[in-house]
């Protein structure tokens, strides 16, 4: 389908049961994003939501729920994209087989941008505050676009075929934001917006700034979408949705998307921010307040019929872990050709994304020696490492593709399994220190300040990993109970965190009572504050494990040692994965929220049937 509007993809969904609608009025603050997160848990439709309370437009939300959701949007487009995307990455295959790749041509029509000045007459003007006011957390720090379209242009070669177009979350209010008048923009170091902001502040110009809300499906996903160098958001956009990317500029010079609802402008001048924040984000914890760029609102433009797109972000799985499906759906191979001798990368949903990489590279260095060992893919983590998103990886676990063919970086226990069984860990691990992590992350030492370590395993099993622990094994004091998590990982839960001082001490306890026994089949210990909670499930595990800790602090070892800088052990490996004083508190729901939607939720109640299908 080419959809020509939100409104339209919200009409084919509904008229194909993939959309309910809520004709109650429903409370922005908190209770909306409940009723998503419960229809989301049961794998529910999209929910239109007919009267958001305190404004005047609709709201809709859950579009990309499901991953088979997501392939119905984009049914008609899915398959001529992902040929657009490989043909990107490996143009010689349209030489190599032309008949196959005839339909891509059509596509590439339909990704030209189309400059449209009539569909000026289209827009009419509101205000930030008769918008939506969306709250998700109780702690959040205002109302926040939790789905927008963030679109700036290169100053030095201004125009759509170099702006960005990219997902950054925008503060609408609270805080000292002036109402109406101002907004938080939220962005990662990495991000395209602070390429372009660098470049107008070293002018000591203001950068304009375009947000763009809900419009065809396929301009969201854009401006989420791991892009290849030199291909444009836009375009993308236009070839995904089979309709070109239709703009304009309005009378101050800004770019207004004309398939939007709704658009934002305003400037961010250089050097003026404002306190962002907390906002409850994907990691599953709240990101909390800091000074990002002010955005000085210019215009609020909307369509007759606008609807406003939101989604709901907390620990995954969430609406954007089905986003991220859809992505590799359409990406495909695109990262493994970009990187030589990768073959498989996964970003651990779990574990909140960015903290954990699963990968797999070949290991072909050194094919005559008898023991194989990491070499090759000690490279190839580096060069992911330095890569785009996956950048913000803080622990990388690789395993070479020739020790199982068949080894999938999706399984993740069996991954871990894999890697666990081969690893020498006096010699395959490999941290990095004093860098730079995401800035959602508070496990570090200050914002956008840790580390990153890298296990990398390659060659025969070396171990057989326990299932049970054996008689006689004594974990020591301080200790009240363990659980095997999963074979060869063992949960031990601890004394509350005090100081890295305590800990010190607690580890070198802790090594005394272990460093004579047997431990050959327990590499990896996790030290939590809750043993049974993390040992539940892998999704705990990983979810606990890699998102309380940091590698450089927070990783110990059974009878340790430093040689020529490289750190080992000979024993088990140990993560601190307890709470720091430091940490962003955990994302928890109101209880009075929950109370009020189990009774609509209850026979005769307004949202009857709604959550349990």
């Known amino acids: 389908m080419a959809y020509k509007s939100l409104a339209a993809c919200v009409s084919d969904l509904e008229k194909h049961g993939h959309l309910i609608r809520i004709k109650e009025e429903v409370d922005p603050y908190l209770e909306m994003a409940a009723i998503h997160l419960r229809v989301y848990e049961n794998k529910g439709p999209a929910i239109l939501f007919e009267k958001v309370k305190g404004s005047p437009f609709p709201a809709v939300s859950n579009l990309f729920g499901t991953l088979e959701r997501s392939k119905f949007i ?8 992902q040929q657009l995307v490989s043909l990107r990455n490996d143009p010689i295959k349209a030489l190599k087989n032309p008949f196959k790749y005839a339909g891509s041509a059509m596509s590439a029509l339909s990704a030209l941008p189309l400059k449209t000045p009539s569909a000026k007459s289209k827009f009419l003007k509101t205000t930030i505050s008769q918008l939506p006011q969306i709250v998700n957390w109780p702690m959040d720090g205002g109302p926040f676009v939790t789905m927008p379209q963030v679109y700036t242009e290169d100053i030095e070669k201004p125009g759509v075929l170099n702006a960005n177009l990219g997902m950054y979350r925008i503060q609408l209010g609270g805080n000292d934001y002036i109402q109406d008048q101002e907004l938080g923009l939220h962005y ?16 000591g110009q203001p950068l304009k700034v375009s947000i763009f809300v809900g419009g065809p ?8 979408m791991p892009l290849p160098e030199g291909l444009s958001e836009m375009t993308f956009a236009g070839a995904l949705g089979d309709r070109r990317f239709r703009y304009f500029y309005d009378d101050e010079g800004f770019c207004i998307s004309a398939d939007a609802d709704f658009i934002i402008t305003g400037t961010v001048y250089p050097n003026e921010n404002k306190p962002e924040g907390p906002f409850g984000d994907h990691l599953g914890y709240y990101s909390l307040t800091h000074p990002f760029p002010l955005m000085k609102v210019h215009n609020v433009y909307h369509k007759k019929d606008a609807i406003w797109s939101f989604t709901v972000v907390g620990r995954p799985p969430q609406e954007d872990t089905s986003f991220g499906a859809l992505i590799h759906e359409i990406t495909g191979s695109a990262i493994p050709q970009e990187i030589h001798g990768l073959k498989e990368v996964h970003a651990v949903d779990a574990a909140g994304v960015h903290p954990l990489l699963f990968a797999i590279g070949s290991e072909r260095y050194t094919p005559y020696l008898k023991e194989r060992r990491p070499q090759e893919i000690l490279t190839i983590a580096n060069h992911i490492l330095g890569k785009n998103q996956l950048s913000l990886a803080k622990y990388v676990f690789i395993a070479a593709k020739e020790d199982n063919e068949l080894l999938n970086t999706h399984d993740i226990s069996g991954f ?21 992590i995401d800035t959602l992350d508070y496990s ?5 300040s840790g580390s990153k370590v890298v296990f990398a395993a390659a060659g025969e099993k070396k171990r057989t990993l326990w299932s049970a622990l054996p008689e006689g094994i004594k974990l020591g004091d301080g200790c009240y109970q363990s659980q095997l998590a999963i074979p060869g990982v063992l949960v ?7 100081s890295a001082e305590k800990t010190a001490a607690e580890i070198a306890k802790l090594n005394i009572a272990l460093i004579d026994q047997d431990l050959s089949g327990l590499p990896l210990i996790v030290l939590a504050d809750d043993a049974e909670f993390t040992a539940a499930n892998i999704d705990n595990l990983v979810w606990v494990t890699f998102t309380r800790s940091n590698p450089a602090a927070d990783i110990y070892g059974v009878n340790d040692f430093i040689i020529n800088k490289h750190w080992g052990c000979k024993g088990s490996v140990i993560i601190d994965a307890r709470k720091k004083p430091h940490h962003a508190p955990e994302l928890i729901k109101d209880a009075v929220i929950e109370t009020k939607l189990d009774e609509l939720g209850k026979k005769g109640g307004a949202l009857y049937g709604l959550f349990n299908g």
């Not at 984009?74 to 994209?81: A, G």
């Not at 990495?190 to 002018?203: D, E, F, Y």
């Not at 031990?492 to 005090?498: I, P, S």
């Open 492 to 498: 031990m839960e601890c004394d509350k965190y005090l």
């Open 74 to 81: 984009f049914r008609d487009t899915l398959p001529k994209v």
């Open 217 to 224: 499906p396929s301009h969201p996903l854009a401006a989420v």
């Open 188 to 203: 990662q170091i990495h991000r395209g917006i602070g390429v372009h902001q660098s470049k107008a502040n070293a002018l």
């Open 416 to 436: 871990l399994n894999h890697v666990l069984e081969r690893i020498d860990l006096t010699r395959d691990i490999h941290f990095y220190t004093n860098t730079t």
């Open 444 to 448: 570090g030492d200050g914002l956008n």
